[in-house]
């Protein structure tokens, strides 16, 4: 444990992509802990998209982060010193003071793993945020089952390979799309019954030739042209799960959709979500996905970047699409 | 009844906005009856904007009308000849032989009229297509409930007068878009709580002006820039019923959406439909408009021209937004 505790700062907010010096770090005295908290020595910090949200200065899902603030997002650590009856110093946590490389504060911000044989890093992963989105936007709000034709955009990130193989694992056909011969190729490996390159072709196309037949279901993690492919592509009755719009979250001009008005005669229903909608049912994710991950069925891959410094770059990297599967930084 | 039966028929497909050219009028012999069929003299045709899409050569919803076969399309009126058991000459009934001066068919391909102290054109706006539109897509589709915020586009057409009323006579705030000032008067007579005039100003930020705390349901007859009003303006769980883009019928450029990221923060479920995905419910519509249209709850307002000659006239005027209310031709 040391004294002193470096924590990513907000220092100016981006305006469209961002960039190093909206980022500071800032080295804090660890506090004393108060009755009633731990101090936690984080191992893994997530690194998120939709972290970029919450960078802009308006209200959303999440509240804006403050400029000259220290940043958040999910992170697992190790109990380091407990004044709290309910954590013991060794337990595996996870909480949401990420971007930091420790964390102390009450109890109650803090979950213990549940008691599963996987790697720590799984709490972020498929085991925790991107998991988790994958398992109800595709089950819950896409409501799609056995037999269906599955189209998922950014299927080589975190999120679209947990959605690849749930739907493989529930028996569903899936096609996925990436961008690039190495993601492909990874999505292919994960079980995909097809994968696009949509850097290699228009999407909208290759879709309709991969799925002469249509698609019931669409995971949305990228919106514009993607999201309009879908539109052309969908059957009757088509479910769209709208998860991420990567593409528009750094103020790219705005998506034109050229097939959108299908969703009347194919009586498509979108629907946005957030996974924390479905917080009360993480029992049932935790029991399949954690069936799935120990066993193996569903793997990961994590785009690993080493020390608290990586932290803004791995960021940035995301929107240059550097990432294949989860990406973290390690502490 | 006459010898003859003149017909419109399908010249051309149209390329973008139909002209007159891409329709011809011929007169047909009026065939023999066979057993079980009857032939009913149309009183009035149902003029109605997603006919334009039975234009275009393309798979929909319904197939696309031929090239030099007749054109379809609602229609009401008297029974003057009889071959079933089933009708009797004098009785009204509506049915899919429009854009013709008279209809020969077997009796299963018309309706007798429920027994409603109501005016015949009825059957073709409040208490036909455009009227059961409004109705399941208000309160079905979009499961709209009292106490709800809603924005409805073209609130001055045959489907959004219907919704503004519904919205009305079920506790709701109403918030309808119209072009021009004589149709926003309307919009208000109806009883909305406000009326935007989109010609007079953009959408987006008079919506977000009428509507400061957000809207909960979206009728949308429109597309384009309404919608995307709508997605600024939604509040959380918003549900949106898609029922027609008439900006997009004639090949307009496809439309950009500026605030489509907001159906993940907020949740909004958008959903296509067609009102014929709810005709087992035929009933409850009958005893609620039947109900409304008899008390004058529900008022209509028709924009009527005379004689089979005007019918493609009237037809191209709907994407002029020439009409208040539902277009009829008088035969």
Redesign the interface.
């Known amino acids: 444990m040391t004294d002193s505790n470096r924590v990513w700062h907000l220092k100016s907010r981006p305006n469209g992509l961002p960039a190093a010096d909206n980022f500071e770090m800032k080295a804090l005295p660890a506090p004393a802990l108060e009755e009633g908290w731990i101090r936690v020595e984080n191992k893994f910090l997530s690194v998120d998209p939709y972290m970029r949200?919450r960078m802009n200065d308006v209200k959303?899902?999440v509240p804006p982060f403050e400029i000259g603030a220290p940043l958040e997002g999910g992170a697992v650590g190790k109990v380091v010193e407990s004044r709290s009856p309910h954590f013991r110093e060794g337990e595996t946590v996870f909480h949401m003071m990420g971007w930091r490389e420790a964390a102390a504060g009450p109890a109650e911000k803090f979950n213990k793993v549940p008691p599963m044989p996987v790697e720590d890093h799984q709490w972020l992963g498929n085991l925790g945020l991107t998991g988790a989105t994958a398992y109800f936007g595709l089950l819950r709000v896409a409501q799609a089952k056995e037999g269906d034709i599955v189209f998922v955009s950014a299927a080589a990130g975190a999120v679209g390979s947990a959605v690849v193989q749930i739907a493989k694992a529930k028996g569903m056909t899936v096609i996925g799309a990436a961008g690039g011969a190495e993601k492909v190729a990874w999505v292919r490996e994960l079980g995909a019954d097809a994968a696009i390159d949509y850097k290699a072709e228009p999407i909208v196309p290759a879709l309709m030739r991969e799925a002469p037949n249509g698609i019931d279901v669409y995971f949305d993690n990228v919106?514009g042209d993607h999201l309009?492919a879908a539109f052309a592509a969908a059957r009757q009755k088509a479910r769209f799960a709208?998860?991420?719009?990567i593409e528009?979250?750094n103020g790219a001009?705005?998506?034109?959709?050229?097939y959108?008005?299908?969703?009347?005669?194919?009586?498509?229903?979108?629907?946005?979500?957030?996974y924390t909608?479905y917080l009360p049912e993480m029992g049932d994710f935790y029991r399949d996905m954690g069936g799935w991950v120990a066993s193996g069925q569903v793997k990961s891959r994590e785009t690993v970047r080493d020390g608290i410094e990586a932290m803004p770059e791995a960021f940035l990297d995301l929107f240059r699409g550097a990432n294949m599967g989860k990406m973290l930084v390690r502490v």
Chains 1, 2 share one sequence.
């Open positions: 949200g959303s899902y919106g309009d709208i998860c991420g719009m528009g979250y001009p705005p998506p034109a959709f050229r959108i008005m299908r969703v009347i005669a194919a009586r498509i229903r979108v629907q946005g979500f957030i909608d």
